[in-house]
């Protein structure tokens, strides 16, 4: 079955400064890759998804950026944090052994921003 | 857009009792899932039910789906403290995406 992990777990950083968060996949092949973030009390919003390395497709135009350099990572960036880029991000795959849209979590990572 | 939207938004049971949460949607649909999500934590995987399925049961879980009304419902039946989290509703609509919506958040009290 897949493990998805992801680090760091929290994370403080102060506006204008850069940010990094990886993600990776262990126990499937070749899945499709997302990055979600969830601000407190709310639903998911999708940020990014791949569907193979280098395959990047964004969701909502912001200042962050993601990256597949790998079949099973995946990383989300951003040059210049602001304050609303403050939230808990997930980062979810789909395994192409099980035939649905079923999505694997990992444990997030929550960002705060000041 | 968020077209999965839950209600009630939040929904407070003694232990023991059943807990209904139900989801309403407004595209078609391939299939519903349902997730549950522990304070702080990621998002796990309870079901999916296919849009020609009508009902479907893990354990304790129920599902309904009724695409004429575009909406679904997930009963837990005899509730456990352990049940309180929240849960969302994501709709699969190919292209290999899900759509959640906004979470209903249920406790149990003992």
């Known amino acids: 079955s897949q493990t998805i992990h992801q680090w760091p777990a929290t994370l403080v950083q102060p506006v204008g400064s850069p940010l990094s968060l990886e993600c990776t996949v262990e126990g499937t092949s070749n899945p499709n890759l997302y990055w979600y973030r969830q601000a407190a009390g709310r639903g998911l919003q999708l940020l990014f998804y791949s569907v193979g390395i280098g395959q990047i497709s964004s969701e909502v135009p912001q200042n962050l950026s993601a990256s597949r350099p790998q079949d099973r990572q995946f990383i989300l960036s951003s040059k210049k944090l602001l304050l609303s880029d403050s939230g808990f991000y997930l980062c979810?795959?789909?395994?192409?052994?099980?035939?649905?849209?079923?999505?694997?979590f990992g444990p997030g990572t929550r960002l705060t921003v000041l | 857009s968020q077209q999965g939207e839950e209600d009630p938004q939040a929904l407070s049971i003694q232990e023991g009792e059943n807990a209904t949460m139900n989801c309403s949607y407004k595209t078609s649909i391939n299939n519903l899932q349902w997730y549950r999500q522990n304070s702080g934590r990621g998002l796990v995987h309870l079901i999916l039910i296919r849009s020609n399925e009508r009902e479907k049961h893990s354990g304790r879980l129920r599902v309904t789906l009724d695409t004429s009304k575009k909406s679904s419902s997930l009963l837990i039946t005899a509730s456990r403290a352990a049940d309180t989290a929240s849960y969302f509703c994501?709709?699969?609509?190919?292209?290999?995406?899900?759509?959640f919506g906004q979470g209903t958040r249920l406790t149990i009290n003992p």
């Open positions: 979810a795959c789909t395994d192409r052994t099980v035939p649905s849209d079923t999505q694997y």
């Open positions: 994501a709709t699969g609509q190919g292209a290999q995406k899900l759509v």
